[in-house]
């Protein structure tokens, strides 16, 4: 028996989740939809990994070099400097972080340390519809001016439009994937188990000690604490997401592989208790599985928690005598979208909708209902306010099209030129505006966009099923012509229904 005092420096093994054989796993053992769920464990594990990581560097680590920490402390303080400066090109970054890696290296701290860090403070954010815009516009310009100068500027502008994380992210994802994990998890996870090694892992307090903390702990940890927050009011489960699900996927954050693997090769330096932890690690991803999936089948079972994704069901169904129609009323067929007045997006969509009513006719009715993005879109609450002040004296739709049109004029003034154009009463329409009169019915179509499964614009639902891919023309135009006919849509697995 090993003494205790190596033993219990194992204790870190049961920190970390391995967050591609948890997705994998996911899966195959989990709801055929799990998006939410998936965001979810991803935002866990994300948590689980920091403190891993940081626990190998601080506490794994050898005797600390002081003047090749100040070192590493320097390169990240320019990683800091760089992304507050907006650096967008990669190279600066790269060459920094490989500095603070071999500075971490040789301060005597795990290198893993360098990486969270530099995976940290390396900039990362969705792609900016400005920017986005910005690069389109230089693609066209570079089509009609095919010169390198105007070809350099339009690289230029979509590499901007990607964060520098995500660049880096999509250069080193395949390697990291297909060859240097699953290298390490061969190279580590070997355990020859003839002369009775198996035998006495199985009867090792150790390898038990691993099992239990993984998979009792993680299933308890991540399900109770989760459920308990929820319950007393410090947050909320993700949409869709039902409790046995969240103690399903906590049964599967016991799959600890990796990082388990590499905290045990630096833990002991005893071969048997290594062999001892590495067998409990095995056990442990075996066992999380089975429960994983067994909570699973019980909570839809039981529950009926089928699906871990966002609702795909209108929420709050059509009525003609509240929500603004174009086209019959009683016609057959429904299109149903959620859009910003302010979205690029949206303004190209009008289009898109325009033809597909041109080529359904009488047989289509077209519904808007508000969805403003304020943090995206400054203006859109304000813009949507005029269109429903416009609607109270009988003009939605010619206000929606001017809008839509002028998206890049909509402070008030602006509104208020356009209710003059109209021919509305100017000041009722700004008095409409300036009290918020209709404030009320906005955020009811955001409360049904939200309970819909609609979180970004434009969103469509056609009859009363949300449309999932491209919303080009032909793409809606084939989905409500399936629904007409009651034909199975492949993406849901069932027919889409009509309104």
Same mark, same amino acid.
């Given at each position: ?19 591609? !054989? ?27 990994? &920091? ?6 560097? %601080? ?11 100040? %070192? ?5 303080? %320019? ?20 500095? %603070? ?123 109770? !604490? ?69 909570? !699973? ?62 080529? !359904? ?115 809606? &135009? ?22």
């Amino acid at each position: 028996m090993a003494p205790g005092g190596e033993t219990a420096r194992g204790w870190g093994i049961v920190i970390g989740t391995d967050t591609a !054989f948890l997705l994998g796993v996911l899966a195959l053992v989990g709801p055929a939809v799990s998006t939410q769920l998936r965001v979810f464990l991803l935002s866990l594990t994300v948590v689980d990994d &920091i403190v891993a990581v940081t626990v190998i560097g %601080v506490v794994y680590s050898d005797s600390i070099d002081i003047s090749a920490l100040i %070192v590493a402390a320097v390169g990240i303080a %320019v990683l800091v400097v760089l992304g507050r400066a907006g650096v967008w090109r990669t190279w600066p970054y790269v060459l920094v972080t490989i500095m %603070v890696w071999v500075a971490t290296v040789a301060s005597g701290m795990h290198a893993s340390i360098a990486g969270m860090i530099a995976g940290l403070l390396i900039p990362a954010f969705a792609p900016r519809r400005e920017a986005v815009e910005g690069a389109a516009t230089l693609f066209r310009a570079f089509r009609q001016s095919p010169m390198a100068e105007v070809g350099r500027s339009a690289k230029d502008a979509l590499v901007r439009a990607v964060s520098v994380n995500e660049r880096i992210q999509l250069v080193l994802h395949p390697w990291v994937s297909y060859v240097i994990v699953p290298v390490f998890a061969l190279a580590n996870a070997g355990v020859d188990l003839r002369g009775g090694v198996l035998a006495e892992a199985l009867v090792s307090p150790m390898t038990w000690a691993v099992v239990v903390g993984l998979v009792g702990g993680k299933f308890l940890g991540i399900g109770l !604490f989760s459920l308990g927050g929820a319950k007393l009011g410090l947050g909320r489960l993700p949409q869709g997401v039902g409790p046995g699900q969240v103690l399903a996927g906590g049964a599967l954050s016991g799959i600890g592989f990796t990082v388990a693997l590499l905290i045990i090769g630096l833990a002991f330096d005893s071969p048997e208790l290594q062999d001892q932890a590495t067998v409990g690690v095995l056990l442990a991803l075996v066992m999380a599985t089975a429960l994983g999936w067994l909570v !699973f089948r019980l909570a839809a079972i039981l529950h009926g928690e089928t699906s871990a994704g966002l609702p795909r069901t209108l929420a709050r169904p059509v009525d003609p005598d509240r929500d603004h129609l174009r086209g019959p009323a009683s016609a057959p067929l429904t299109l149903v979208e959620f859009a910003d007045f302010e979205c690029p997006f949206c303004a190209r969509a009008t289009g898109v909708t325009k033809e597909v009513r041109e080529h !359904f006719g009488e047989d289509l009715r077209y519904v808007f209902r508000h969805l403003p993005l304020p943090d995206v879109h400054p203006h859109a609450e304000l813009a949507a306010a005029g269109a429903e002040a416009a609607a109270a004296q009988g003009r939605f739709w010619e206000m929606h099209d001017l809008l839509f049109a002028r998206q890049d004029q909509l402070e008030l003034e602006d509104l208020a030129g356009y209710a003059g154009r109209l021919g509305l009463d100017v000041e009722e329409f700004l008095r409409d505006v300036d009290e918020q009169r209709h404030a009320a019915r906005i955020r009811e179509d955001v409360a049904d966009a939200e309970a819909s499964g609609a979180r970004g614009t434009p969103t469509f639902f056609v009859g009363t099923q949300r449309h999932i891919g491209a919303y080009d023309a032909q793409s809606l &135009i084939a989905e409500l012509e399936a629904a007409r006919r009651g034909e199975a849509d492949p993406r849901r697995g069932g027919r889409t229904p009509l309104p």
